[in-house]
């Protein structure tokens, strides 16, 4: 079968290399790919959220499934067109209708779904233009530190936890008043501040049963010993020893499955991924945020742990017969280092040669922010390449991933070399 991967970032190189490898395949599309996806498929030079083009090229190239990457497709309704056009509508799409995808394009939609179907997350309230005063007199009588969040996608900065009420007050008028995040803060939802420690969940479901992929914990920070300004993510660990049998029972019982029937009962069809964010606050998981995707640089360390084929997977979810599909997980553990340019998450270098990417045996090289410029690979992004080893201890995975780091080189080259040692 011919698979169209849409996105073009260290996750998508995961999932490339993932599907490169099931004998089901025919061919491997990416959409628009990176420098290094070429290397399990075609790369096709066409925009993910440009429909048009995408339903061109799937009709011409005798697609059969399309699984796509990033949120911003799935949020703008690219699995509703495919449903409304005669021509696509029997073609597969791999995430959620534009109603599913509400879970991570609107935090109060996300919040009200989560009050309705019981699941435990922050309590919280929201607030527009209109309702500014109460919104303001709330956060008088609020604990502190307090979380402020734009209800719409922020581009990953939409959130602000603010210490004092005359700083909550000031960001809160800036979100509501001054349109800080654009649109996406026309409401603002005002959460508790949970305390614990963070992980991702992976849910894949074909919208009546649901299979639970390995779970990872995310490196936000720039800096080592994750301090500094929030990133897309600078490394990953999975699985994560404190989310042992017991702690993942809780998530399944109170989160995973009063979500997939949460989603029946509100008769939302949801094919693909769900990536909950979770804290676990004294051994309690509680919801932070729900996303329609699978998380980055997670899915750099999960994909290297799934045995099974995962084309006969997203198959089981195209065919609603999940259920009837095995999924085989590694217990080794797989850790990831994020390469990335200088500046980064500010304004970052671009167009630096990188070399040394042959030295690397012993990890996984998933490209990133990478581009082919006159035969060189060269940096186009500010995260560049992920490297993720799979080793029988996580001392060891650590290590060999931050060995292999090393081995890479370009012009202002910087990662943390301190993934996972929180966890040690
Ligand atoms: P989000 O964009 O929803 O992923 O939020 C970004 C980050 O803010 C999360 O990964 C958490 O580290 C933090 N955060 C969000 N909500 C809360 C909360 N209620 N309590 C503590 N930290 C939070
Ligand atoms: N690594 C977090 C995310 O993909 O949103």
């Known amino acids: 079968m011919n698979i169209l991967l849409l996105g073009s970032g260290g996750r998508e190189s995961a999932f490339a290399w993932k599907i490169s490898q099931s004998p089901l395949l025919s061919q491997l599309f990416i959409a628009p790919g990176n420098a290094g996806t070429g290397a399990y498929g075609k790369n096709v030079n066409i925009k993910p959220t440009d429909f048009a083009a995408v339903k061109d090229f799937v009709l011409k190239n005798s697609v059969n499934l399309v699984l796509v990457g990033p949120e911003e497709p799935l949020v703008k309704g690219i699995h509703d067109y495919f449903l409304a056009d005669s021509a696509l509508k029997d073609i597969p799409v791999i995430g959620p209708q534009e109603s599913g995808a509400m879970l991570e394009g609107s935090k109060n939609f996300s919040k009200a779904f989560m009050r309705r179907h019981f699941i435990p997350t922050a ?17 008088e009588t609020h604990k502190f530190p307090v979380v402020l969040k734009a209800d719409g996608l922020a581009a990953g900065k939409g959130v602000l936890i603010c210490q004092t009420l005359e700083e909550a007050q000031t960001e809160l008028i800036a979100m509501l008043q001054d349109a800080k995040f654009g649109e996406a803060s026309n409401m603002v939802v005002i959460e508790e501040f949970l305390t614990g420690i963070e992980l991702s969940v992976f849910v894949l479901t074909d919208g009546h049963s649901y299979k639970i992929l390995p779970e990872a914990k995310d490196y936000k920070r720039i800096g ?11 490394g990953s660990i999975s699985p994560v020893p404190f989310a042992d049998a017991a702690f993942m029972k809780k998530v399944e019982d109170q989160i ?9 009962l509100d008769q939302i069809p949801y094919k693909g991924f769900i990536f909950i964010g979770l804290m676990n606050t004294d051994g309690e998981p509680y919801v932070i945020e729900y996303n329609v995707r699978m998380g980055d640089p997670e899915t750099e360390s999960v994909m290297p742990r799934i045995e099974s084929d995962f084309v006969e997977l997203l198959l089981g979810v195209a065919n609603e017969n999940l259920h009837e599909k095995e999924l ?20 970052y270098m671009k167009g630096k040669a990188i070399t040394g990417l042959d030295n690397i045996r012993d990890s ?11 035969g060189l690979v060269k940096t186009a992004g500010g995260r ?5 080893s799979l080793q029988d201890t996580m001392f060891d995975a650590v ?13 202002g080259r910087y990662f943390r070399t301190d993934i996972g040692f929180d966890l040690l």
């Open 364 to 374: 996984q090289v998933f490209q990133a922010g990478t581009v082919l410029e006159d």
């Open 256 to 264: 995973v499955k009063p979500t997939i029937s949460g989603l029946k």
């Open 399 to 411: 290590q060999q991933a931050v060995t292999d780091a090393g081995r890479v080189y370009y012009d």
């Open 123 to 139: 309590a919280s309230a929201s607030f527009t233009l209109n309702s500014l005063s109460e919104g303001l007199s709330y956060l």
């Open 224 to 234: 080592e010993g994750d301090t500094g300004l929030n990133t897309g993510g600078m």
């Open 384 to 388: 560049v390449l992920a490297i993720t």
């Open 328 to 347: 085989v997980v590694s217990p080794k553990t797989a850790a990831t280092v994020m390469l990335v340019a200088s500046g980064y998450p500010g304004e």
